[in-house]
């Protein structure tokens, strides 16, 4: 049996790690993304930001890894790996600062990570869910949705904080709120927000598109207000932003949802959206 073998990204090897993370599209969209564009065309990151890895068994490339300099290791794999084949990714990590190291990662490499961690601080199950792109002879009219721009952050950015609170921090770990108020302003210059409102301008329900690849764009950020939930709003804003602006951006919609999130997979089948593979987050203490 030939070895899997993690090799590091160079110049030469480039076009390799690129065809694999456009084939594995959506699963690989956290590593592609953190391909910087340079005239049009995606370029490898500097190392000192993020170390690129592929995993090859012989001449076959099955499976790519991206680590942040912040500790976030991204790994998808299309064969089980076993611990001693983690060897190389541990290696790299512990070059990171000291504190909270995250890792998500596609099944099958998600159940060995799981499995060699000692004592996660965190674990967490999703689905990546997709949806085709459609496009439709008609548009749907909804008052009251809009796409965010500078001038509603003021509005947005409490709604984002509860956000964050519940859905994005699974370690207890919300950052200030300085740093969220910086990642809705990037979200607004560099993605697409959008909202539902009601008559007197209260936020009820909002999405936004957080990555984007050659064939698929992510969503996130889907979130109702407490007291505004059962009502149908995540479902207007979802169904509306499928019909009249993924048309416009031109790729098919993928995003990842927690397994024991039954009312949120209900939603997303019940606007088109199909189960297609399994994601682990896992938060890891080093300290």
């Known amino acids: ?3 899997l073998q993690w090799i590091s990204a160079t110049n030469e090897n480039f076009p390799l790690l690129y065809r694999f993370l456009t084939e594995q599209e959506p699963h690989t969209l956290n590593i592609l993304a953190s391909l910087p564009l340079r005239n049009g065309k995606r370029v490898l990151p500097p190392p000192f930001a993020v170390k690129m890895f592929l995993l090859r068994t012989g001449s076959r490339i099955v499976g790519a890894a991206s680590l942040s300099a912040n500790g976030i290791l991204y790994c998808h794999t299309l064969l089980p790996l076993k611990r001693e084949d983690l060897t190389p990714l541990w290696k790299a ?23 060699t961690l000692p004592k996660p601080a965190s674990v967490t199950d999703f689905y990546v869910m997709h949806r085709p792109l459609v496009s439709y002879p008609f548009t749907q009219i909804e008052p009251g949705i809009y796409r965010a721009g500078e001038e509603d952050i003021g509005r947005l950015l409490p709604v984002h904080y509860r956000y964050y609170e519940e859905e994005v921090y699974l370690y207890n770990n919300t950052p200030p709120a300085k740093v969220i108020e910086n990642n809705l302003r990037l979200l607004i210059r560099n993605y697409r ?43 207007r804003v979802l169904n509306w932003f499928l019909i009249n602006e993924l048309p416009k951006i031109g790729k098919s919609v993928s995003l990842f949802v927690k397994k024991e999130n039954e009312k949120a997979l209900q939603l997303y089948r019940k606007c088109g959206f199909e189960e297609i593979g399994e994601k682990t987050l896992i938060y890891f203490d080093l300290d």
């Open 193 to 235: 927000v959008y909202f539902l409102s009601d008559e007197k301008g209260k936020i009820l329900s909002k999405l936004n598109t957080t990555l984007t690849g050659e064939r698929y764009v992510q969503l996130g950020g889907v979130y109702t207000e407490r007291d505004a939930r059962r009502r149908g709003y995540a479902k």
């Open 1 to 3: 049996m030939i070895p």
């Open 93 to 115: 990590s512990s070059e990171c600062p000291r504190g909270l190291f995250q890792i998500a990662a596609s099944y099958p490499a998600s159940e060995m990570f799981k499995q």
